[in-house]
């Protein structure tokens, strides 16, 4: 899929752009960059999109399955702020932009788009000068790389209002048609069964990230019988480094823990409210469906979790307790009542939907189709 080299930079006229997406590491990152992609597809057929990534990042198994080619450069391990640290890492640095700028000559890259993280800062200095840069930030609170590749970005676009970076404009976080477009109530018995899940219980939603969360996996399940009692049926995602023993009751919905989830879709459908951590992708894919959440944000970090999940919390359509409160104890008291609340769960699923932006996909992919050129 990738063009012979003609020099890079902005797309002559008539010729198909070539777009080099650079979000690896985590599915947060990924997946935005990937939601882009398939827009930019649409939007140009004849265009072609090559991601950025390293050996080591869930893109190794996320980008091939969505059809696009993934080009591997040495990560550069990203401090949250400017350290002596990176100081000390002038070789790795300019050995990565030295590789990545191969890359971007090689295909023939039209535009470099950057969601943050360690494969977007070596992009972003591969790329000034030479090539435009369109950066995203999912975050209200930026992280480092995107802090750098804003400064000499052509475009950059953000999640939410208040974002402290140059020049930001606001287009909301790139979610895939299959989210924003789902119905989950038209879903909802071909997802329980799916799962195995009783047709007709409250059901919950468990997860925690592409690698589950202990803390989460050890108070939900801590809290099974609770759940069985009240007649609730849970589909946890405990992440494929984990293991979940849960005991079973008889008669009751059924608890049903899975490493991972490859259709996120039909376990929003299957759900009627959610508890997961607050990334900027989950909770926008959790307002996009309508779903009622339970925040637990990350307790690492500056603190983007909690600040992602307040917007939502702040407008009736979740709530939000802290990782250390966790327990199944805090579970029967506050989660059980809530999926059993028929009309509070409506109430909230209400409140959920038109937070975000359901066309931010193709509004971003149009930004970055004008910076190549194209």
Same mark, same amino acid.
């Given at each position: ?43 140009r ?11 080591r ?5 996320? $980008?091939?399955?969505? #059809?696009? /080619? =993934?080009?591997l450069?040495?990560? !550069?391990?990203? &401090?949250?702020? @400017? ?21 971007l ?9 950057g969601?943050g993280?360690?494969v977007?800062?070596?992009?972003y ?26 400064r ?5 676009? $953000?999640?939410?209002? #208040?974002? /402290? =970076?140059?020049?930001?404009?606001? !287009?909301?976080? &790139?979610?895939? @048609? ?30 925690g ?11 939900l399940s ?36 899975? /490493?991972?989830?490859?259709r996120?879709d ?12 607050s ?19 990350l ?17 009736g ?48 992919a ?9």
């Amino acid at each position: 899929m990738s063009n012979p080299v003609k020099g890079a930079g902005r797309s002559p006229a008539g010729k198909a752009p070539v777009v080099v997406v650079a979000g690896g590491g985590s599915a947060g990152h990924i997946e935005p960059a990937l939601a882009l992609a398939d827009a930019v597809m649409r939007l140009r057929p004849d265009a072609t999109v090559v991601a950025l990534g390293t050996e080591r990042g869930l893109e190794n198994k996320l $980008v091939p399955a969505r #059809g696009y /080619p =993934l080009e591997l450069i040495p990560p !550069v391990p990203m &401090p949250r702020k @400017p350290t002596p640290e990176l100081l000390r890492l002038p070789l790795k640095v300019r050995d990565s932009v030295r590789k990545t700028r191969e890359v971007l000559e090689r295909v023939g890259a039209d535009v470099v788009v950057g969601f943050g993280g360690y494969v977007a800062l070596p992009a972003y200095l591969a790329a000034r000068g030479r090539i435009p840069i369109v950066v995203h930030e999912a975050n209200q609170s930026p992280g480092l790389a995107n802090k750098v590749g804003a400064r000499f970005a052509h475009r950059v676009a $953000v999640a939410v209002p #208040g974002t /402290p =970076l140059p020049k930001a404009e606001v !287009v909301g976080i &790139p979610l895939r @048609p299959s989210i924003t477009t789902l119905d989950r109530a038209a879903l909802r018995a071909e997802a329980r069964e799916h799962f195995g899940l009783d047709p007709d219980a409250p059901t919950l939603l468990v997860f925690g990230g592409s690698q589950g969360a202990v803390s989460i996996n050890n108070a939900l399940s801590g809290a099974a019988k609770d759940f069985a009692d009240a007649g609730v049926g849970v589909l946890h995602a405990h992440g494929p480094k984990n293991t979940l023993v849960v005991q079973e009751f008889p008669g009751r919905p059924a608890y049903v823990p899975v /490493p991972y989830l490859e259709r996120m879709d039909l376990a929003y459908a299957a759900a009627d409210a959610t508890v997961c951590r607050s990334g900027a992708m989950t909770v926008a894919e959790v307002t996009a469906v309508g779903l009622p959440a339970v925040f637990v944000p990350l307790p690492y970090g500056n603190g983007e979790q909690a600040t992602n999940a307040r917007p939502a919390v702040d407008a009736g359509a979740a709530l939000m307790v802290e990782d250390a409160d966790l327990t199944p104890a805090k579970v029967a008291e506050l989660i059980v009542p809530l999926v059993t609340d028929a009309d509070r769960v409506a109430k909230m699923s209400a409140a959920a939907v038109g937070m975000g932006h359901r066309q931010a996909d193709e509004v971003l992919a149009k930004i970055v189709l004008e910076a190549a050129g194209a």
